[in-house]
């Protein structure tokens, strides 16, 4: 067959063009490091780095979601932090209450300190994270979740927590109702309250002697005074205030326990005829600021007796040993957020890693098989380019010139 000069010149310059290409994408995969550059390169490898990245992304969104909760969490922990202190330093106030040589001056005094630490756990309260978020406002609020009305301070937020989708999920947000307003009232079980007093008497917060025998009642405690013999009257009565069944009466001995189905309390002082104490179930409805607001109150009261001073330390520690608590708990369950939270993170973190992982190894390029390649290409580019010199010089004219 015979081949023209035009023909020899055009398949020289279709090899060199070829492997002047290859020549380039063999430098582009050293330069950007990647074996696919295209999905036409290695359309299953590119489809492993397709997953891969979009599993990576997903765990980085993640991640972030992760760390908002884990930011959020620790900027809570240390506002619980500050209101456990400023709790623990009002019960401070409250047991130097029980002095009996305090005039009712100091006694105020110590009511004005307990109305700053009061100021100062509604700050914590309100207090936000730095984004216009309240940590304590649930599911969210109009405002700050927790207002200082004439009855008392109000929650305004919204029961519950604002989370964040990680895989699992975590709060950025704390119940401020759960938190602040919903300590158990009295001891836990049930609650002694002061009726009408008269006398020089006050009750103790009672303590469970018989778990198996508590009821479900309210009982009335009433003492009659005749002459030196004073005797009391306990009527149980259901929770909507029906009389149940026959009153128990006794004899009353200032000091002695009182002991009935299952509950023991006691009452010290002397009682005025007529006087009458109660005990109710224990709820979850006792605040933080309830608490300090009656202990305040009652130390404010000018010429009180020893015997209401005693009433109000007794009934003052009771309260802030359970809001104390409850803020405590509180504080353990966003530490164990914490925790989780961090477990969250490494899980994710070792997720990230294998997608990316999987992803270099779907495309990245082996330096060394690739700087071959590109040696490779390189000589035989140089070959096709001297061959090319060659055919220029197989012309006619080279010979008559």
Not at 203 to 225: H, K, L
């Amino acid at each position: 067959m015979r081949i023209a000069t035009a023909q020899a010149y055009e398949n020289s310059i279709a090899n060199l063009q070829k492997r002047q290409q290859d020549l380039s994408d063999s430098q582009t995969r050293l330069t950007t490091g990647k074996r696919v550059l295209r999905a036409s390169d290695d359309p299953t490898a590119a489809a492993r780095a397709e997953r891969s990245l979009a599993s990576a992304e997903r765990a980085a969104v993640s991640q972030r979601s992760v760390e908002a909760s884990r930011t959020a969490m620790e900027l809570t922990e240390g506002a619980l932090g500050d209101a456990v202190s400023a709790v623990q330093s009002a019960r401070e106030s409250i047991v130097a209450a029980g002095n009996a040589s305090y005039t009712d001056a100091e006694r105020r005094g110590l009511a004005d300190q307990l109305q700053l630490y009061r100021n100062q756990l509604l700050a914590i309260a309100n207090r936000e994270d730095g984004a216009g978020t309240y940590l304590f406002s649930g599911q969210g609020s109009n405002g700050a979740p927790f207002v200082d009305t004439a009855g008392g301070v109000q929650f305004r937020g919204l029961d519950g927590e604002s989370s964040v989708a990680a895989g699992e999920v975590l709060p950025i947000t704390v119940n401020g109702a759960n938190a602040w307003m919903r300590a158990p009232t009295g001891n836990g079980v049930f609650e002694t309250q002061v009726v009408t007093d008269n006398g020089t008497a006050w009750i103790d917060v009672g303590r469970v002697s018989d778990p198996s025998a508590i009821q479900d009642r309210r009982y009335d405690i009433t003492f009659n005074v005749a002459g030196s013999v004073t005797t009391y009257s306990i009527q149980r009565r259901q929770l909507d205030g029906t009389v149940d069944g026959a009153p128990v009466t006794g004899p009353y001995q200032a000091g002695t326990a009182i002991e009935i189905d299952g509950m023991s309390f006691t009452v010290s002082g002397a009682p005025a005829n007529g006087d009458e104490f109660r005990t109710v179930p224990s709820t979850q409805s006792l605040t933080v600021f309830d608490a300090l607001d009656r202990a305040i109150a009652e130390l404010r009261e000018p010429f009180a007796h020893s015997s209401d001073v005693a009433q109000t330390v007794a009934h003052g520690l009771r309260d802030v040993d359970a809001v104390l608590g409850r803020l405590q708990s509180v504080r353990s369950a966003v530490g164990d957020t914490l925790n989780r939270a961090e477990s969250v993170a490494d899980r994710l973190s070792a997720t990230e890693l294998h997608a990316k992982t999987e992803r270099s190894n779907a495309e990245d390029l082996d330096m060394v098989q690739g700087i071959s390649d590109f040696q490779s290409k390189q000589t035989g580019y140089d070959a096709v380019l001297k061959t090319y010199a060659q055919v220029q010089r197989l012309s006619l004219f080279q010979y008559l010139g």
